[in-house]
């Protein structure tokens, strides 16, 4: 049987073979693009992560040195207690909590309060 070679059209096998070549070339491009994007997009949220943790740790900063500044100018002890033994500030301080925690009325912390100037 003599070997020819058929020319025009290509066979069924070399029409399969043609189509597995872009078949598969399409999907190594594809894929290297996924993965590209996907390897952008997790450094893209690295660094917004880094840049909120940054944020945070100032926020953080500037909030322990605020406690810190009201610590120190809290830090002077209060006036001696009169001879009388009663610590006026410290009443007060008591008071104006049991106030803001809604035990104490308006007229009821009023009238305590002079009371203890009295």
């Known amino acids: ?3 020819f070679r ?9 029409l399969a073979a ?7 070339t399409a ?3 594809s894929g290297g693009m996924q993965r590209r994007a996907q390897s952008r997009a997790e450094e893209q ?3 917004e992560a880094y840049a909120a943790q ?12 605020a ?3 009201q610590q120190a100018q809290a830090a002077p002890a209060p006036a001696a ?7 006026i500030i410290a009443e007060l301080q008591k008071l104006a909590a049991l106030k803001a925690q809604g035990l104490l009325s308006d007229d009821e912390f009023t009238a305590a309060k002079a009371k203890l100037l009295a």
Not at 6 to 14: A, H, K, T
Not at 18 to 24: F, L, S, Y
Not at 54 to 65: F, G, L, R
């Open 6 to 14: 058929r020319m025009g059209r290509p066979g069924l096998i070399g």
């Open 67 to 69: 406690v810190a500044g």
């Open 81 to 87: 207690a009169p001879a009388g033994g009663v610590d």
């Open 45 to 47: 949220q690295q660094q």
């Open 54 to 65: 940054q944020q945070q740790d100032q926020i953080n900063a500037a909030a322990a040195a």
């Open 1 to 3: 049987m003599p070997m």
């Open 18 to 24: 043609r189509t597995a070549v872009v078949a598969g």
């Open 27 to 29: 999907t190594a491009v």
